[in-house]
């Protein structure tokens, strides 16, 4: 039996980062045709752009890249989502602080994205740099990597 794995990528406005990283991992387990074996979401710490849809940096960079963008509005992250996803994945030091005060108990399930590369590190928010380059970049090396991970550990 095939098992299931959830995921719930996570930034401060859930409309750049996290939104891209969830698209991007969507994509690329649909291409690897393991799309069944997962839940992949997306949330945000603040209450900012919640109801927005992402970032237009984030849809333009996802359509220059060919990756089809996950239909999406900004939500917040909720202590239920703790329950509810095996991973919970932020994109920066203040993100995965905001992510265990939220969740509380299943803080344990939290970290960052880039933790699963060779170079663990925070992804910058393009909110501020402009760069969603640099950023797509990093997300596409620990969304691969993370998928290795889960590979490696049988988790999936």
Not at 22 to 47: M, R
Not at 92 to 111: P, W, Y
Request: charged share 25%; proline share 4%; hydrophobic share 35%.
């Amino acid at each position: 039996m095939k098992k299931h794995c959830s995921v719930l990528f996570v930034c401060h406005g859930n409309i750049c980062r996290s939104p891209m990283a969830e698209s991007y991992f969507t994509d690329l387990i649909a291409k690897k045709g393991l799309g069944e074996q997962f839940t992949v979401s997306s949330a945000a710490t603040h209450t900012d752009e919640l109801g927005n849809p992402p970032h237009y940096g984030t849809r333009e960079k996802l359509a220059r890249e060919h990756i089809p963008l996950v239909p999406h509005r900004a939500r917040l992250l909720t202590r239920e989502d703790g329950e509810k996803y095996d991973f919970i994945l932020g994109m920066d030091e203040a993100n995965v602080r905001n992510m265990r005060r939220i969740l509380g108990d299943h803080s344990a399930k939290t970290g960052l994205l880039l933790d699963f590369s060779d170079r663990p590190r925070a992804i910058a928010d393009p909110w501020y740099t402009g760069n969603f380059d640099v950023t797509f970049s990093d997300i596409a090396e620990g969304c691969t990597a993370f998928l290795g991970y889960l590979f490696k550990e049988g988790l999936i």
